[in-house]
């Protein structure tokens, strides 16, 4: 049986060999970071794959990627042998622009499987925002707070689409920059059953005194001959170092650390420096 028979569950989502996917030579990005890719990597292995990519076959048993190379790479680096993808024959655009136009009317979707027909639609038809929102009917801000979903971590996506959160959850943790703060908030909605109101206020909280720190790091940035030993910190412990100081020369330095795994590597440094 071919891999494009092995139906997942979702309309037209096939499970196909990593083996037998090449990459777009007309890929326009050329780099990829190694950071990011090695984040959505972890999150693939925890919890898998939410996007599939999408497949144009070029041969029997031969596909190349029209949309998310980056997701392929990050399936190879977490070790998968399969990935989950759409299947697009070679000039099937209007055909794809109808069946996702129709999908989209449809009042079961989840926000997830919405945004991701937006993005389809974005990539796929190289739509801008303005076209899309003619041929959907929706209001461009619209469609970029649903887009804007697809940037949270991939277990807020999940939560999104297993109902544990609502739309208004999640468009409030979007406000918050920090991916690990997001999910720490995400948690906490689950863990104490907090309403859409209260988290929007924990946000506004959040970033109020954020933008308070910043206004205040500015007023008292640390003189020149600091900004060498930053470079150094960050350097010893591979993590962008924060130090501030205030007009009386008193300040702190901030390491900042990605997981309990990685909080162990600095204090072992730490230790090594002793």
């Given at each position: 049986?071919?891999?494009?028979?092995?139906?997942?569950?979702?309309?037209?989502?096939?499970?196909?060999?990593?083996?037998?996917?090449?990459?777009?030579?007309?890929?326009?990005?050329?780099?990829?970071?190694?950071?990011?890719?090695?984040?959505?990597?972890?999150?693939?292995?925890?919890?898998?794959?939410?996007?599939?990519?999408?497949?144009?076959?070029?041969?029997?048993?031969?596909?190349?990627?029209?949309?998310?190379?980056?997701?392929?790479?990050?399936?190879?680096?977490?070790?998968?042998?399969?990935?989950?993808?759409?299947?697009?024959?070679?000039?099937?655009?209007?055909?794809?622009?109808?069946?996702?136009?129709?999908?989209?009317q449809r009042?079961?979707?989840?926000?997830?499987?919405?945004?991701?027909?937006?993005?389809?639609?974005?990539?796929?038809?190289?739509?801008?925002?303005?076209?899309?929102?003619?041929?959907?009917?929706?209001?461009?801000?619209?469609?970029?707070?649903?887009?804007r979903l697809?940037?949270?971590?991939?277990?807020?996506?999940?939560?999104?689409?297993?109902?544990?959160?609502?739309?208004?959850?999640?468009?409030?943790?979007?406000?918050?920059?920090?991916?690990?703060?997001?999910?720490?908030?995400?948690?906490?909605?689950?863990?104490?059953?907090?309403?859409?109101?209260?988290?929007?206020?924990?946000?506004?909280?959040?970033?109020?005194?954020?933008?308070?720190?910043?206004?205040?790091?500015?007023?008292?940035?640390?003189?020149?001959?600091?900004?060498?030993?930053?470079?150094?910190?960050?350097?010893?412990?591979?993590?962008?170092?924060?130090?501030?100081?205030?007009?009386?020369?008193?300040?702190?330095?901030?390491?900042?650390?990605?997981?309990?795994?990685?909080?162990?590597?600095?204090?072992?440094?730490?230790?090594n420096q002793?």
């Amino acid at each position: 049986m071919d891999d494009a028979d092995k139906m997942l569950p979702g309309a037209g989502i096939n499970e196909i060999d990593l083996t037998k996917i090449e990459a777009n030579p007309f890929q326009p990005r050329t780099r990829f970071d190694e950071e990011t890719l090695k984040e959505l990597a972890e999150s693939i292995k925890e919890i898998g794959l939410i996007q599939p990519i999408t497949l144009r076959k070029i041969a029997d048993n031969k596909y190349q990627i029209i949309a998310g190379e980056r997701r392929f790479r990050a399936a190879q680096m977490a070790g998968l042998e399969s990935i989950p993808a759409y299947i697009r024959k070679a000039k099937d655009e209007g055909m794809l622009e109808m069946a996702l136009v129709e999908n989209i009317q449809r009042e079961d979707l989840d926000a997830i499987e919405i945004a991701m027909s937006y993005q389809r639609l974005l990539e796929e038809l190289e739509f801008t925002q303005e076209e899309l929102s003619s041929r959907v009917g929706k209001k461009r801000s619209t469609i970029a707070n649903y887009l804007r979903l697809l940037k949270l971590p991939a277990v807020i996506q999940k939560g999104l689409v297993d109902k544990q959160i609502s739309m208004g959850h999640a468009r409030a943790i979007i406000n918050i920059e920090d991916t690990d703060v997001q999910t720490l908030i995400y948690g906490q909605i689950i863990k104490m059953g907090l309403s859409v109101r209260r988290v929007e206020e924990i946000v506004r909280n959040l970033n109020n005194a954020e933008a308070k720190e910043t206004s205040t790091a500015e007023k008292h940035k640390i003189p020149k001959e600091y900004q060498n030993l930053k470079k150094q910190l960050d350097k010893i412990f591979s993590s962008k170092i924060d130090i501030s100081m205030n007009s009386h020369g008193r300040g702190k330095i901030v390491i900042p650390f990605k997981s309990v795994s990685d909080l162990e590597r600095i204090v072992k440094l730490i230790e090594n420096q002793e």
